[in-house]
């Protein structure tokens, strides 16, 4: 299993910025295979922010596509996501996940709130 703790949740005005913090430990967090955020408002479905590969191919939904920079620390296990020009509709609870081990298991954070205002 891995753990995962997000850190850097905020409110900032729209046009800001924010960096979101992913830390990965456990017994297989050596084997993660990938990691990525997700972001889930109230009253929607959680939906899928951006990836990043331990090869560090790294993929983004359009709609924060040029706003929002993935990167990771592979020596300590950590995940960032760089938030630019940050929109009201960027407003949503952000969730850390990785896969890891031969099975690609799933393990999620706690969340952290992102709150922007226009």
């Known amino acids: 299993q891995v753990q995962l703790v997000e850190s850097g949740g905020g409110l900032v005005q729209a046009g800001q910025s924010l960096r979101l913090a992913c830390a990965a430990s456990?017994?297989?967090?050596?084997?993660?295979?990938?990691m990525g955020w997700f972001r889930q408002a109230p009253g929607k479905p959680r939906e899928w922010v951006a990836t990043?590969?331990?090869?560090?191919?790294?993929n983004y939904a359009d709609s924060v596509k040029g706003r929002f920079t993935i990167s990771r620390d592979s020596a300590n296990n950590t995940v960032f996501l760089q938030m630019n020009s940050l929109k009201a509709e960027d407003t949503s609870v952000y969730y850390c996940?990785?896969?890891?081990?031969?099975?690609?298991?799933?393990?999620w954070g706690q969340g952290t709130q992102v709150t922007v205002s226009s």
């Open positions: 996940q990785a896969l890891a081990g031969p099975y690609s298991l799933v393990s």
């Open positions: 456990g017994s297989i967090a050596a084997s993660i295979n990938a």
């Open positions: 990043i590969t331990t090869g560090g191919s790294t």
